[in-house]
């Protein structure tokens, strides 16, 4: 991250928070993540950078969801429209793999299961092991 801000590369340092923002998100911490997606998403809506948006949205999601179900399902459909529009097939997928978690723990194990079926066929498209994993939790 210092790097990319010593160079002056917005997009870059955005990148990189986002990454570092997923690393403690798997550790299980959501307080960094949170207090620090917001300054990523906003550069990356500055720079009109819409895939790295939809992956900053799918990860605020992730951070809330333990807070809210409801409302990562709501950000991870709002981030899958736009990873859709701009055809990012492995950040869409992951979206969906995403919105399939959110959406089975409020209940809506029809969503949930479309959901996953959606990923599948993203990761199946250059990603087998990924949708072979996914593949498994359709129920």
Same mark, same amino acid.
């Given at each position: 991250?210092?790097?990319?801000?010593?160079?002056?590369?917005?997009?870059?340092?955005?990148?990189?928070?986002?990454?570092?923002?997923?690393?403690?998100?798997?550790?299980?911490?959501?307080?960094?993540?949170?207090?620090?997606?917001?300054?990523?998403?906003?550069?990356?809506?500055?720079?009109?950078?819409? %895939?790295?948006? /939809?992956?900053?949205? +799918?990860?605020? $999601?992730? &951070?809330?969801?333990? !807070?809210?179900? #409801?409302? *990562? @399902?709501?950000?991870?459909?709002?981030?899958?429209?736009?990873?859709?529009?701009?055809?990012?097939?492995?950040?869409?997928?992951?979206?969906?793999?995403?919105?399939?978690?959110?959406?089975?723990?409020?209940?809506? %194990?029809?969503? /949930?299961?479309?959901? +996953?079926?959606? $990923?599948? &066929?993203?990761?199946? !498209?250059?990603? #087998?092991? *990924? @949708?072979?994993?996914?593949?498994?939790?359709?129920?």
């Amino acid at each position: 991250m210092r790097l990319a801000e010593r160079f002056g590369d917005e997009a870059l340092s955005s990148l990189a928070l986002a990454g570092r923002a997923e690393l403690h998100l798997v550790q299980g911490d959501v307080s960094w993540p949170r207090s620090k997606l917001g300054r990523a998403a906003a550069t990356y809506e500055r720079l009109q950078h819409p %895939v790295g948006l /939809a992956e900053v949205w +799918r990860l605020e $999601a992730r &951070a809330r969801r333990g !807070a809210t179900s #409801a409302g *990562a @399902a709501t950000r991870l459909g709002r981030a899958a429209e736009l990873a859709r529009g701009q055809g990012s097939a492995h950040t869409l997928a992951e979206i969906e793999r995403d919105l399939s978690a959110a959406l089975e723990a409020i209940g809506d %194990v029809a969503g /949930a299961r479309a959901a +996953r079926e959606r $990923a599948v &066929a993203l990761y199946a !498209a250059g990603a #087998a092991p *990924a @949708a072979a994993e996914i593949a498994a939790l359709i129920k």
